[in-house]
């Protein structure tokens, strides 16, 4: 079964400082999908970046870039810049096309000022 | 577009009480997932439904189910309500089709069982 670990509950960043999520996942699929989504106070889960396997190239939107490791299975989440609004719950995900989504247990991220 | 909308956002019910909660997609998208979300468990797949029919189920009793209707809006329905049934539900939707995979969530329905 497939899984998502990531292994940092919490973490700290100052403000305009570069911070990195972690994220590894277990699976034998060769074509899937990974997501950052970010849950702020407000509960609305909000899709950061999409990483598709079969794109060797890491996705990048504005701040937030991926490093995109297949072989190894490993997903982080780099956010340049960090600004208070950054504050959130990170969520990795997983998911296979034809079957369900699958998260981790989800990273809090605090911004200091 | 406009966003995938859950009424109600609220809810409040008594223990061994029924609930409807209902999920509208974004436009154009046919598939819709159900999420549980508690702080002890985390994020939980519900089921999926997709042009009206379930795709998938998570690891839930009977007592929650769904249905998808013509126009991909979704309902989902938890019968005789339990404390720990207190929590936040989530919709989300995708198109589900071509290579475009990713999931649009609502807002949530946070419901509190009493």
């Known amino acids: 079964a497939q899984t998502v670990t990531q292994s940092q509950p919490e973490m700290s960043v100052q403000e305009a400082e570069t911070v990195t999520l972690s994220c590894t996942y277990d699976?034998?699929?060769?074509?899937?999908?990974l997501f950052w989504y970010k849950q702020p106070p407000s509960r609305q889960m909000i899709l950061v970046i999409r990483?598709?396997?079969?794109?060797?190239q890491n996705a990048t939107e504005n701040r937030f870039s991926v490093n995109f490791q297949k072989a190894a299975k490993s997903f982080s989440l780099k956010i340049s810049d960090s600004q208070l609004g950054d504050a959130a719950m990170y969520f990795c995900?997983?998911?296979?096309?034809?079957?369900?989504?699958?998260f981790g247990k989800g990273t809090r991220l605090h911004i200091l000022p | 577009k406009a966003g995938v909308t859950q009424t109600p956002r609220y809810l409040i019910k008594t223990r061994g009480q029924q609930v409807t909660l209902s999920c509208s997609p974004i436009?154009?998208?046919?598939?819709v997932s159900w999420y549980q979300q508690t702080p002890g468990q985390g994020l939980q797949f519900l089921f999926e439904?997709?042009?009206?029919?379930?795709?998938n189920k998570g690891n839930f009793p009977g007592r929650f189910s769904g249905r998808q209707f013509s126009n991909s809006r979704s309902e989902m329905n938890v019968s005789t309500l339990e404390l720990g049934d207190s929590a936040l539900y989530l919709c989300?939707?995708?198109?589900?089709?071509?290579?475009?995979?990713?999931?649009?969530f609502g807002p949530g329905t946070r419901l509190l069982v009493l």
């Open positions: 436009s154009g998208h046919r598939s």
């Open positions: 989300a939707s995708s198109p589900r089709e071509g290579r475009v995979k990713t999931q649009y």
């Open positions: 990483q598709e396997a079969y794109k060797q």
């Open positions: 995900a997983y998911f296979r096309g034809d079957d369900k989504i699958i």
């Open positions: 699976t034998s699929e060769s074509d899937y999908y």
């Open positions: 439904y997709f042009s009206e029919t379930q795709r």
